[in-house]
């Protein structure tokens, strides 16, 4: 015999779960004691449920799931921001919530953390939103329940969300008989079989075939699928944002980053000059090119979760990987060539130079900086679009959550990488108004001995929300924190570096000592200008003023539905 709680545990260390993240409540604390005393599982605490959602969605991103325990009604509503953004991202998360004693729920009383009117599925009700299985557990249901729910948000490769009543944990149910194993997915070979039929016509006629990557190959462990088709069959391949950190970006088959129309000559050429393009695990939004990518989806072949498409073909139950075996055999050998994007090597930055920091030379000296083998974490806003300047160096991870761009989860992010990988060097790149919301994580950076590299943008603001509009309004203005200093009031003794930097030359010196990962946490705090942008920024913004406020009727995508390709939106 076993308890539910022992149970739920044993069943997320089979799935690799070596870390939960999360706050103590009184409706939880007695599953967390369980979670102290089971051996594999480390309890990880967290400033608040935020950040435990967002180091779970960091912690995931390299390590396959992650797991959170928050408490009911105000804890769990907390995480509710993080766990849309792992369900827009495809990030598995379990979100396990301490819930009201059964009898309680049962009599509808009213209790704290409620309404008061002894609805206490009102917060399921919010989950449904946000997750892609729910259940309430109970003695009579654990055992089928956590396994049903478990195996749905693996396949799906998104959150699930468990809520376990504070008198259910103890109790006693039979122990499994045999490890829970990560599930495959189902394939309808009937479907696989027609999905072939059509493609290996498309393929047929084609002589300029074509890669785009997005990040629903990462989730899905692609990489040896999707490079033995680049290698084998020699096709050029261009990533999303969403997708960066998949492809070696040193390789003579990658293009470049594809952005629509915004994207630069030789990609664009690579992906719209394509008259087959296989676009594997893509997700097509506003910021990534969905209003400029001038695509014939007449020529695309798509793979993602759980369905293929050829053009406006949908074959379910045809999940990637089993699709990409079989384009890997029909795929033809392409003789065309194709121009890749030169990212020339940035002129040094000169140790003595006085002169302003900007925009413009800070971002190529920061991929000369990056090492094989990083974690990147870019935020969202200025940081997203800086490090699209440079190529990546090869095994780098890039933990970026551009769809759901919700400022604030790079650094929480960057604490659950750090958990998930700890030999890894984590580079963290923030702005001001970004690390305003979720610093605190940095003082669990400290606690639990994480050495990152730290860079805070100080542009005075939300310099992302001027590129948009009010970018002389005091609404864009924060107030001037000194970022610096932030590590030594989170930890008295900590033993950490500091720096200000505001000139080309003060930031040659700080990195010229970061050859290696650094023998303490290093924040670095960059000074720059109110509105000096990134490469791109300036443009995506007066793009974004159109469309959000419809200064222009927004046209029409050239060719793509406004919902990108077949199977992403719900309608």
Request: proline content about 8%; some cysteine; hydrophobic content about 40%.
């Amino acid at each position: 015999m076993t308890t539910v709680g022992e149970l739920l545990l044993s069943r997320l260390h089979d799935l690799g779960i070596r870390h939960i993240f999360g706050l103590p409540g009184d409706y939880n604390m007695e599953f967390l004691d369980q979670i102290e005393a089971f051996p594999g599982i480390e309890w990880v605490g967290s400033c608040n449920e935020l950040n435990a959602s967002y180091s779970a969605d960091g912690y995931a991103r390299l390590a396959g799931i992650a797991a959170i325990v928050t408490t009911f009604g105000p804890g769990e509503l907390s995480a509710v921001n993080g766990l849309a953004g792992a369900m827009a991202e495809s990030v598995p998360i379990v979100s396990i919530v301490g819930g009201p004693p059964v009898r309680i729920m049962e009599k509808h009383t009213a209790m704290h953390h409620s309404i008061g009117d002894g609805d206490f599925d009102r917060w399921i009700r919010v989950a449904r939103e946000v997750t892609v299985a729910q259940t309430s557990l109970t003695v009579d249901n654990a055992s089928t329940e956590i396994d049903r729910v478990l195996r749905e948000g693996w396949l799906a490769q998104r959150p699930v969300y468990i809520r376990l009543p504070g008198d259910v944990a103890q109790q006693e149910v039979a122990a499994p008989r045999s490890p829970l194993t990560r599930p495959e997915p189902v394939v309808d070979q009937e479907q696989l079989d027609a999905f072939v039929g059509i493609a290996r016509r498309l393929l047929a006629k084609a002589s300029r075939p074509a890669l785009l990557v997005g990040n629903l190959a990462i989730r899905f462990d692609l990489h040896d699928l999707v490079n033995s088709l680049l290698v084998d069959r020699n096709w050029p391949v261009a990533t999303q944002s969403v997708g960066r950190g998949f492809i070696d970006e040193s390789s003579p088959h990658y293009v470049g980053i594809y952005n629509g129309g915004d994207s630069l000559q030789p990609t664009c050429e690579a992906i719209h000059g394509a008259d087959a393009l296989v676009c594997v695990g893509t997700t097509f939004f506003d910021w990534d090119g969905l209003f400029t990518a001038d695509l014939d989806l007449s020529l695309i072949i798509g793979l993602n979760t759980t369905a293929a498409t050829v053009g406006d073909t949908v074959f379910p139950s045809v999940p990637p990987e089993a699709a990409l075996r079989a384009l890997y055999e029909i795929a033809p050998v392409r003789e065309v060539p194709w121009d890749v994007t030169i990212v020339p090597p940035p002129a040094p930055l000169d140790p003595a130079s006085t002169a302003p920091l900007q925009q413009a030379r800070l971002w190529p000296v920061v991929g000369s900086m990056l090492r094989p083998g990083d974690v990147l974490v870019p935020e969202t806003g200025t940081p997203s679009f800086g490090v699209v300047e440079f190529h990546l160096k090869p095994q780098t991870d890039v933990l970026m959550a551009p769809l759901w761009g919700s400022i604030g989860y790079a650094t929480p992010a960057a604490f659950g990488a750090g958990i998930a990988d700890p030999d890894r060097r984590v580079v963290l790149i923030t702005g001001d108004g970004s690390l305003q919301l979720t610093v605190q994580e940095i003082s669990r950076m400290l606690a639990t001995g994480q050495r990152p590299i730290i860079m805070v943008l100080n542009n005075g603001g939300y310099t992302v929300e001027r590129a948009v509009d009010g970018r002389h309004q005091p609404y864009n203005d924060i107030d001037n924190w000194r970022y610096a200093d932030l590590p030594s009031v989170f930890a008295r003794d900590a033993s950490i570096d500091s720096y200000v930097v505001a000139t080309e030359g003060e930031l040659a010196r700080v990195f010229a000592g970061l050859s290696g990962k650094p023998e303490r946490l290093t924040i670095i705090e960059v000074k720059l200008g109110l509105v000096d942008m990134p490469l791109g920024m300036p443009r995506w913004g007066s793009e974004t003023t159109a469309l959000d406020y419809q200064i222009r009727a927004a046209a029409e995508p050239p060719r793509l539905p406004w919902g990108g390709l077949p199977g992403q939106t719900a309608t």
